[in-house]
Each structure stands twice: as C-alpha cells, then as structure tokens.
C-alpha cells in the first residue's frame, strides 16, 4: 500500500510478519512471545543506538575540545549494558538460543560500529564470538559485499559513506552525509561556517 513504515522496531516487525518464512523472529512455539521481541528489538533502538551514536559520531555533538568527553560518557554508558548482553550470550549462541533471529543482526550492527570506533570490545568475549559468528552468516556477508560496492560510486559523487541496509539481497536505504550538508547544518546552528 501507501503506508511509509519507518523507525528501526516498525521496519523489522514489518518485514518479520511480511516474510515469515526469512526467520526474523523466533518461532512463538519455542517460549519467545512477540512481546518480548519487541521490547529487547526496543531494548537495542532506545538504549544501546543513541549510545552508539555518542561514541561512533562523538564530534558532531560537541565541538573538537570536548568530543572525547563525549565518547568517554558513552563508553561509560555503554559498559554495564554489553556486561548484560556478554552474559545472556555466554549461555547460548544466539539471543534467543540456538536460532538467529533479527535482534543478532541488529546487536551485531551495535558491536561492529562501537568496535570500529574504538570502543574496547575485548572486555565481553561472549559478544565478541557472537559478533563472529554474525560475521560467518551468508546474508551478513552478501550485506557487506553490496555496501563496499557501494561506497566508491558514493564517494565518486562527494557522499561520505555512513552504512546501508539490505534486507533480503536487496539494497533498501543508502544513508549518507555530504560534507556540503554538515558546512550547511553548522552554519544554521551557529550562525558561521
């Protein structure tokens, strides 16, 4: 239909009631209500997402001076809660036991950007092997595959590569920042560029 679906909880249950068949979401029958998805698929987009955006985009939340000030608060922040995901994944492979379901995809996209911004993941091995084993997924991989494909035609047209999302195989959203928009946004929020 017409309806635009956005935010991360409503797209994934979308797509999971869409597409039973892709296994988004554990199988009712084995003891996981549709509520609980949904409140630990919450869990991640409420709580863990805006501390990832405190230590992978630091800089645009305070100017250079304090930036680290920033990412040290979300590192901070962060800890307690990968010391819980450490220990539930300890137990078992998968959020949920022994079937992937969409909320790994989504921890694993928490692991990979506070990793990649240096964020010590060392500390909570049992996330560090489920990151792993993400990475091991064929989807994951054919994921990966088509985002660096993409990021030379986005640099080619000035676009800094922020990340993508394809569900499927298929490319869904390509988010990306223009140097051009960052001068344009300060010079708005700061009245200088």
């Known amino acids: 239909?017409?309806?635009?679906?956005?935010?991360?909880?409503?797209?994934?249950?979308?797509?999971?009631?869409k597409f039973p068949e892709a296994g988004l979401f554990p199988d009712p029958a084995?003891?996981?209500?549709?509520?609980?998805?949904?409140?630990?698929?919450s869990f991640v987009a409420s709580?863990?997402?805006?501390?990832?955006?405190?230590i992978r985009m630091a800089p645009f939340f305070a100017?250079?001076?304090?930036?680290?000030?920033?990412?040290?608060?979300?590192?901070?922040?962060?800890d307690p809660?990968?010391?819980?995901i450490d220990?539930?994944?300890?137990?078992?492979?998968?959020?949920y036991g022994d079937q992937w379901a969409v909320i790994?995809?989504?921890?694993?996209?928490?692991?990979?950007?506070?990793?990649g911004a240096g964020y010590d993941t060392s500390r909570f091995p049992?996330?560090?092997?489920?990151?792993?084993?993400?990475?091991?997924?064929?989807?994951i991989q054919r994921a990966l595959g088509i985002e660096r494909a993409q990021e030379e035609v986005l640099a080619a047209r000035g676009l800094l590569f922020v990340g993508i999302d394809v569900i499927d195989g298929n490319l869904t959203e390509i988010n990306v920042t223009s140097p051009t928009c960052f001068q344009e946004s300060r010079t708005v929020s700061t009245g200088r560029t």
């Open 1 to 17: 239909g017409d309806t635009v679906v956005t935010e991360n909880v409503a797209i994934l249950t979308f797509l999971g009631r």
């Open 30 to 41: 084995g003891g996981v209500s549709d509520i609980e998805c949904l409140s630990d698929l």
């Open 47 to 54: 709580t863990l997402h805006p501390i990832v955006t405190r």
């Open 63 to 78: 100017g250079p001076a304090a930036a680290q000030a920033v990412w040290d608060a979300g590192a901070t922040a962060m």
């Open 81 to 84: 809660f990968f010391a819980l």
């Open 87 to 95: 220990n539930r994944l300890a137990e078992r492979r998968w959020w």
């Open 104 to 115: 790994d995809g989504y921890l694993n996209w928490v692991f990979f950007r506070v990793a």
């Open 126 to 139: 049992a996330f560090a092997a489920h990151a792993q084993a993400c990475a091991q997924r064929p989807s």
